[in-house]
C-alpha cells in the first residue's frame, strides 16, 4: 500500500491531470539549470516546451524521469496520475516501473539509443517482457511485431528481424516509437524527435506520433526548437529561457500575439517568410519589427514587404512562361541561370527580356551581365557507381548508381539550391564538385578545372576556387588548433607567397567580415558556440577567396535565431565577394530563401529544376510536390490549426 504524502492534493483533484509540476529546480554544485519550472497537464493534451540549446528543456524532461546525470539534482514536486507521491523523491524501484509503463520517451537519435546487438523486435518485446504485460517471450514477440505493424514499418516481421544499423533513420525512430507505446503509457515525452529526419520522413513520423497519442489518449510533451512542428503538434505551448519558462499560453495565442520580447524573436527567427526592410532574416537581436502571423494569414514570401530586387526576382519568377520544368523525360536538366533569368539549357543563349519596371537599373544590368557570363559551373552527363564487396561467389557484385547521367550549370554570382533526400546523390555529386571523388564517366568543370583525370596538382588548384562549409563544424574543426591556425590553413598550400605577417593580417579580416572579435584567433574551437563555430568554419572557407562556395547543410543543426544570424552572414557574404553559392539542404524553406536556383535530386537523378519560386509555386514532378507538402512552415501550419 502506497501512503499519500501530507501535501498531496485531494484524489478527485489529483485525477483531472495527467501531471503536475510546481517549482522544479534543476541544480548543479555551480549553478541553477532551471528556475521554478511548473507545468500542470490534463489526460490527452499536447503541450509544447520550446527554447534554445542550453534553455533548459532537456534537463526538465530528464528530472522528470529521475534520469539526470550524475552531479545534478533535483527539487520541487512533480506527481503523476496513479502515482501517489513526488516523483523527485520515489526510490529507484517505482521510477523503474513507471518509466515505459506510466511514462515513456522518444529521443532525439535513435541510433544511440537503441540497442546496435539486439534486434528490432527483441528491444520492442524486452519492454513488454519487463513490465510483465505478456506471460512468455513468444506472446512478447508477437506484441512487437503487432506494434511495428501499428507504427507503420513496411513489413514488420521482417523489421522485427533486423539491426537497428539495417533500418534507415525513419525507421529506426518508429522502432523507438514502438517501443515507447508499447506498454500504453498515459505521458509521451519527445525530445527533438525529428531533427535528424528527412523532411518526408519528418512529416510522416510527426503524423503517426499526433495519430497515435489521439487514438491512445496519450498525454504528449514534445521538446523542440522549431517552432513550425509545434504549431503542428500542440495546443499548448511554454517558451523557456535560460532556464526560466518566460511564456506560456496556447499555441495560437503564444504565435500571434507572443508577450516576451524573446518569444517574438524566437518568432521571427523561425518565419523564413519574413525579411526585414534590408530583405535580411530577422533575428532575436532585430525582432522589434517583425509582425507575427495570424491565424488567418498564410501569406506567401512575395507578398511580404521586401527590396526591390526580392519583389522583381518573385514577380519575374512567376512572370516567365515555362512548357514544364519536370526532367523526368529529358537527359539533362535545364540550366541554372541568376534570379529573374529564364531558364535554359546548357549551351544555349540566355533569352532577352523586357526590362522589369520594378528593379533597379544597376540591378537590372547586373542581371543581363551574369545572364551572358559563361557558367562557372558545368556538369554534363555526370555518372558515378559504385561497386559493393561480392556476396556470392556466383553472383556478380552489387553495384550501386549513386548519379545518372545528371547535367546542369551555374553562371558566376548564382545561388543554386541541391534539394533531395538521403541516398538522393547529394553527397556524392558534392564530393566529385570538390575534386574528393571522380566519376565514372561524364564530366564536372568548376571554375575552369575539369575533376574527371585530374591530377594532384590539378586539383589542388580546383580546391583553391571552391571552398565547403560542412554540417557541424565541431567535427570540421581540429580541437588541437587555435582559431588563427584553423581559417590560415587554407593558405598553406603550395604556391601561395603569403608571409606570416599577411596570413595574421588576412585571418583578422576574416573574423570582422564573419562578426567574431579579434581576440578570438588565440582561442580553440569547443570554447563557442555551435553559431560561432560556424562562423569560424565560413571564414575559412572564404579566406583565400574562392569562386565556388559548397554549403552543405550549414544550418541544419543550429538553433532557429543562430540559423537566422548564420543564414544573413552567408548571403551578405556571396553578395560581398561577388561568390557562386552551391546550398545543400533538406530544409525547403531555407533552399526557397536563400537561392535564386534549385534542383531536386532523387535517386540519383535530377527530377527537376529552375527558377526557386518557380519550383515552389508550380512544382511539376510529384517527388517534387511531395517534399513541398512535407514542409512544415510556421504560418501554413498556424492558418491550417483554425
Same mark, same amino acid.
Given at each position: ?22 517549482? %522544479? ?69 517505482? %521510477? ?15 541510433? &544511440? ?20 504485460? !505478456? ?26 528481424? !533486423? ?36 523532411? &518526408? ?27 513550425? =512542428? ?92 515555362? #512548357? ?27 533569352? &532577352? ?57 551555374? #553562371? ?33 568543370? =568548376? ?10 596538382? /590539378? ?14 563544424? @565541431? ?5 588541437? @588548433? ?10 598553406? =598550400? #603550395? ?38 563555430? /560556424? ?43 561577388? %561568390? ?63
Amino acid at each position: 500500500m502506497r501512503t499519500e504524502p501530507k501535501n498531496a492534493p485531494a484524489p478527485a483533484e489529483r485525477g483531472e491531470l495527467l501531471l503536475r509540476v510546481d517549482d %522544479l529546480n534543476v541544480r548543479t554544485p555551480h549553478r541553477t539549470l532551471v528556475h521554478d519550472f511548473s507545468l500542470h497537464m490534463a489526460h490527452g493534451e499536447r503541450i509544447g516546451l520550446i527554447g534554445e540549446s542550453g534553455s533548459g528543456k532537456s534537463m526538465t524532461t530528464t528530472a522528470l524521469l529521475g534520469l539526470l546525470p550524475n552531479g545534478v539534482t533535483a527539487d520541487g514536486s512533480v506527481e503523476i496520475d496513479g502515482y501517489a507521491g513526488n516523483l523527485l523523491e520515489a526510490p529507484e524501484a517505482d %521510477l523503474m516501473k513507471l518509466r515505459g509503463n506510466d511514462m515513456a520517451m522518444v529521443f532525439q537519435e535513435p541510433l &544511440t539509443a537503441l540497442n546496435p546487438l539486439m534486434r528490432a523486435g527483441a528491444q520492442v518485446a524486452e519492454i513488454i517482457l519487463q513490465h510483465k504485460l !505478456a506471460p512468455n517471450r513468444a506472446e512478447a514477440n508477437r506484441r512487437a511485431v503487432e506494434m511495428l505493424d501499428a507504427v507503420h514499418l513496411p513489413d514488420p516481421a521482417q523489421a522485427a528481424r !533486423a539491426y537497428p544499423h539495417q533500418l534507415s533513420g525513419g525507421q529506426r525512430q518508429r522502432v523507438m516509437l514502438a517501443m515507447a507505446l508499447a506498454n500504453d503509457p498515459a505521458l509521451l515525452l519527445c525530445d527533438e524527435p525529428t531533427t535528424a529526419l528527412d523532411v &518526408t520522413v519528418q512529416r510522416q513520423v510527426l503524423d503517426l506520433i499526433l495519430e497515435l497519442v489521439r487514438e491512445r489518449g496519450t498525454g504528449l510533451l514534445f521538446i523542440t526548437h522549431d517552432l513550425a =512542428v509545434v504549431a503542428n503538434m500542440c495546443t499548448r505551448v511554454l517558451v523557456m529561457n535560460n532556464g526560466v519558462v518566460v511564456e506560456e499560453g496556447t499555441t495560437e495565442e503564444v504565435f500571434t500575439r507572443p508577450q516576451h520580447p524573446y518569444t517574438r524573436g524566437l518568432l521571427a527567427a523561425s518565419d523564413l517568410d519574413a525579411v526585414d526592410e534590408h530583405g535580411r532574416l530577422f533575428t532575436v537581436a532585430t525582432a522589434q519589427a517583425y509582425v507575427p502571423p495570424s491565424t488567418d494569414d498564410a501569406a506567401p514570401p512575395v507578398e511580404r514587404a521586401a527590396p526591390p530586387v526580392e519583389q522583381a526576382n518573385a514577380s519575374a519568377a512567376l512572370s516567365e512562361a515555362q #512548357p514544364s520544368r519536370s526532367v523526368e523525360t529529358q537527359h539533362s536538366a535545364p540550366g541554372i541561370s541568376t534570379p529573374g533569368s529564364a531558364l535554359r539549357s546548357i549551351g544555349d543563349p540566355a533569352e &532577352t527580356q523586357d526590362p522589369d519596371p520594378a528593379v533597379p537599373p544597376v540591378e537590372r544590368a547586373k542581371r543581363v551581365e551574369a545572364q551572358g557570363s559563361a557558367p562557372v559551373m558545368r556538369v554534363t552527363d555526370l555518372v558515378r557507381t559504385y561497386t559493393r564487396g561480392r556476396t556470392s561467389l556466383f553472383k556478380p557484385a552489387p553495384q550501386v548508381h549513386a548519379l545518372k547521367g545528371i547535367s546542369f550549370e551555374v #553562371p558566376e554570382g548564382g545561388r543554386l539550391g541541391v534539394v533531395g533526400e538521403s541516398g538522393s546523390g547529394k553527397s556524392t555529386l558534392l564530393r566529385i564538385l570538390a575534386g574528393l571523388d571522380q566519376p565514372t564517366s561524364g564530366s564536372a568543370v =568548376v571554375a575552369g578545372n575539369e575533376v574527371k583525370g585530374a591530377r594532384e596538382a /590539378q586539383l589542388r588548384a580546383l580546391r583553391q576556387n571552391l571552398q565547403i562549409v560542412f554540417q557541424d563544424p @565541431m567535427g570540421s574543426l581540429d580541437p588541437r @588548433m587555435t582559431v588563427e591556425q584553423i581559417i590560415s590553413e587554407p593558405l598553406l =598550400v #603550395p604556391g601561395r607567397g603569403e608571409t606570416a605577417a599577411d596570413r595574421k593580417r588576412m585571418v583578422a579580416e576574416m573574423l570582422e567580415a564573419v562578426g567574431l572579435p579579434a581576440s578570438s584567433a588565440a582561442r580553440f574551437p569547443h570554447q563557442f558556440s555551435g553559431g560561432q563555430r /560556424q562562423r569560424i568554419s565560413i571564414a575559412r572557407a572564404l579566406i583565400c577567396r574562392p569562386k565556388v562556395v559548397v554549403a552543405d547543410e550549414p544550418v541544419s543543426a543550429l538553433d532557429v535565431s543562430v540559423r537566422a544570424q548564420v543564414l544573413n552572414l552567408l548571403a551578405d557574404l556571396v553578395d560581398e565577394y561577388g %561568390l557562386t553559392l552551391v546550398f545543400v539542404s533538406h530544409d525547403l524553406n531555407v533552399v526557397r530563401h536563400l537561392c535564386d536556383s534549385v534542383i531536386v535530386m532523387q535517386s540519383g537523378e535530377i527530377v527537376e529544376a529552375g527558377d526557386t519560386e518557380t519550383v515552389y509555386r508550380d512544382p511539376q514532378h510529384p517527388y517534387t510536390k511531395r517534399l513541398i507538402d512535407s514542409s512544415l512552415t510556421l504560418r501554413q501550419e498556424l492558418a491550417q490549426s483554425t
